[in-house]
């Protein structure tokens, strides 16, 4: 009778305009102890405003979200310098996005003639090194020419098409470009000493250091380049908390959606805030992360368990000293259990829960309550007081 009577004055009260506030008042003194089911039917729990959902599976657990600054990491940043002595002809860009290939920066250097007059005395000494296998070939079966000196003359030949290459590849990294290199090949004439600084890789450019008419001494500094594939966030953690951190974690910017994992955690703290240094690794190859911008970085911890389930902070109650839901059955609505859980509260104002004791066979049977939790409190104190 006590519960009929408490729900007849919560719906008088809640005729009259009376919140859940002043119905707190009217909860029974005394400890307040987990039953097994309270019997509410569908039509005082409307009256009562509760409202349930189902209970959801729980994947993962979301630590605290802390402020870090993106960056890029130093080892992603490189210094274009000039591949030999010249003179800046030209500057094609100055910063910003490039992309792999791009010409940057255009020299005119002496150095690139020389180099070009060693690439054709290698090429003209491999044709008349050919010329003389092709000779000896054919005049080995009279005896004019050893079997010795065609293996000379044709290791000559592996050696200078090998200097060959190398020659034609430093031209390539100089940065003359591949028309001309061809054309130089060819032709066997000397192309325009200009060569080109490309980026090495899809990037960003800035720190030009150099203008046009600026004379450069090989290995000088031309502008710096990064990748932007990856950033880095620093992290500084509470000693407590970083303790149950680990090198490959997965950590998350709660604004981009964007997960990374873990890459260092230091083993010195702070002395005067006693905070932990943690380095985060974010892919960025669709740019969507900003090197200097402010994000929030949380940590995950993958849930393996089947048994835990993800409900709103709000579904969670102290009673007697435990932690408690209250699930409705999906078959009998008017039943509502008091199950007793373990939580694991998260930073989204969710709570992870695990069921204890004499727990449901079937949670997906039954669903937790998610509004009403002071007016559900009062009504099992009415229930207690029956007894």
Known sequence: MQVEI??????????????????????????????????????????????????????????????????????????????????????????GDVAKGEPVVELMSPDLLKAQKEYLATLSDLKVVRQEVKRARSLIQSGVVSKKQLLASESRVTTLTQQAQQQEQDLQMMGMADSSVSELKKTNKLQPALLTIKAPDAGQLFDLEVSTGMRLQMNQPIAKFAELDVLVA???????????????QTARIVSKGVDGEIAYISHQANPMTQMIEVHCKFPNADRKLISGALEAVQFVEPLQSSEAFSVPLSSVIEMDGRSVVFLRSVKEEGKILVQPVKRMDQADQTSVIWLLGDKPANPQEWQVLTKGAVAMLAVVSASEGEE
């Open 234 to 248: 620093e992290v500084f953690v509470p000693i407590e908390d970083a303790g149950k951190l680990h090198v490959g």
């Open 6 to 95: 408490f729900l007849n004055q919560f719906n008088r009260n809640l005729k009259k305009g009376v919140g859940l506030t002043i119905l707190s008042s009217l909860l029974w003194a005394g400890q307040v102890s987990a039953a097994d089911t309270v019997p509410v039917n569908t039509s005082q729990q409307e009256a009562m405003g509760l409202q349930f959902q189902a209970l959801e599976p729980a994947t993962e657990m979301r630590s605290y979200a802390y402020q870090a600054n993106l960056a890029l990491p130093g080892a992603h940043i490189q210094l274009l310098t000039a591949p030999m002595d010249g003179l800046v002809t030209k500057i094609i860009r100055v910063h």
